[in-house]
């Protein structure tokens, strides 16, 4: 798989995907504090202080590095940041890239996930060279499921994991591959 040192914002019709900067947090911690929003989300933190952090971090990162890279997704148009989406390759299996998505209540059932999900394995393909690219969620974030079908994936599997309290939960795994993404 290849690195992307000199990224370029991704373009798509109505959006905008570029590096995140630490001026969006304020904007992030707010959506991503919504309860609607968290409540299938496993990130540590979603307080101010946090998503600066986070995204301090992810600005050392090339695109294609080991380690999570966030792109802000703002509207075309107005510049508004409505969401975030993210990618890194999958630990130990060479040419898998993982990626993740959040959009503010806002802007959900507008199709902008989709549109911005399709781009990012757009990317992954042509840019950083994967061969296949995955998304997990919880089992119960049907909205989460229809964006990562709507943008091409297919669901691999639905597993159980456990926290560290006993509690369980349930995921999926969706995927798709260069082959059918070149068939589709």
Excluded: C
Aim: hydrophobic share 35%; net charge negative; proline share 5%.
């Amino acid at each position: 798989m290849r690195t992307d040192p000199s990224f370029r914002p991704i373009e798509t019709a109505r959006l905008v995907l570029r590096r995140s900067r630490v001026e969006d947090a304020e904007t992030i911690a707010g959506y991503r504090s919504d309860p609607e929003v968290s409540r299938y989300q496993g990130w540590e933190r979603t307080d101010l202080e946090g998503v600066q952090a986070s995204i301090g971090e992810m600005a050392e990162l090339v695109p294609g590095e080991p380690g999570w890279v966030q792109f802000s997704v703002e509207e075309r148009g107005s510049g508004t940041l409505i969401g975030d989406v993210g990618l890194s390759p999958a630990e130990d299996e060479p040419d898998v890239v993982k990626l993740g998505y959040t959009m503010a209540p806002s802007a959900q059932g507008k199709g902008y996930a989709t549109e911005a999900v399709a781009a990012l394995v757009d990317y992954a393909f042509d840019t950083l060279g994967a061969d296949v690219v995955r998304a997990y969620a919880s089992a119960e974030n049907l909205p989460s499921h229809r964006v990562a079908e709507k943008a091409g994936l297919r669901l691999i599997e639905t597993f159980q994991g456990r926290e560290d309290d006993g509690t369980t939960w349930r995921g999926v795994r969706y995927e798709i591959g260069r082959d059918e993404r070149s068939a589709g």
